[in-house]
Nanobody, 124 residues
Framework: QVQLVESGGGLVQAGGSLRLSCAVSGRPISVYGMGWFRQAPGAEREFVAAISSRGQRIFYGDSVKGRFTISRDNAKNTIYLQMNSLEPEDTAVYYC?????????????????WGQGTQVTASS
């Protein structure tokens, strides 16, 4: 059984930083692509960032480029999302997901498994 567990969310003032983690069990992430998405109340799920199995391909959503950094530690079966210069507009539930390495990483429906999400709130 594949499980993804996000952690590291919380409340931070605008301009602050948070680091999210996503620990995966039941599947070695070393041959899979991984992604982060977010969903604010009343909004559609939005692509945030993704990284291919060996980290050679990395993608970011336009709204987070230059502020967020995705990384992975295949030995720990964990990925990370370093979020800097947080803005109130970044407030959302953040989800990690795993999928085949050949998918379109920006398309949420192409991922196989999802975590339960972690709340990030950036206050003004």
């Amino acid at each position: 059984q594949v499980q993804l567990v996000e952690s590291g969310g919380g409340l931070v003032q605008a301009g602050g930083s948070l680091r999210l983690s996503c620990a995966v069990s039941g599947r070695p992430i070393s041959v899979y692509g991984m992604g982060w998405f977010r969903q604010a109340p009343g909004a559609e799920r939005e692509f945030v960032a993704a990284i291919s199995s060996r980290g050679q391909r990395i993608f970011y959503g336009d709204s987070v480029k230059g502020r967020f950094t995705i990384s992975r530690d295949n030995a720990k079966n964990t990925i990370y999302l370093q979020m800097n210069s947080l803005e109130p507009e970044d407030t959302a539930v953040y989800y990690c997901a795993i999928g085949p390495d050949y998918i379109n990483f920006k398309k949420s429906h192409e991922y196989d498994y999802w975590g339960q999400g972690t709340q990030v709130t950036a206050s003004s």
